[in-house]
């Protein structure tokens, strides 16, 4: 089992390398965008253009319009996030409740922060 999940870790570690070469990004950690076409000129990694594509066609119906605006931002501001969710919707049907409560703990998060 655990050398399954290894074997799975480096195979997505190995994705991210490849889709992160040639992304690149003005946005420095802390970094504030001031206006919406300061937010157009921020580049996105391409896992996270996905993950919001993602969540948008399976998980969107879960959450309330707030929750929707803060977990497509968690999804855009955090490559690892986006990552994981990503991976919990590679098996849809299987991973529903699991997938589920990953998106309630993230926004409980937010929520506290």
């Excluded at 870790?9 to 990004?25: D, P, Y």
Aim: hydrophobic letters at 40%.
């Amino acid at each position: 089992m655990i050398g399954h999940l290894e074997h799975q870790l480096e195979g997505i570690q190995a994705e991210f390398r490849e889709t992160w070469k040639g992304e690149k990004s003005t946005v420095l950690e802390g970094s504030v965008a001031t206006s919406p076409s300061a937010m157009a000129c921020i580049p996105t990694h391409s896992l996270s253009r996905k993950a919001r594509e993602q969540f948008l066609e399976l998980d969107m119906a879960l959450v309330s319009p707030d929750e929707l605006a803060h977990f497509l931002d968690l999804l855009t501001d955090n490559v690892i996030f986006a990552d994981t969710y990503l991976s919990l919707t590679k098996d849809p049907v299987r991973f529903t409740a699991g997938r589920k409560a990953w998106i309630e703990l993230r926004l409980k998060e937010i929520q506290e922060t």
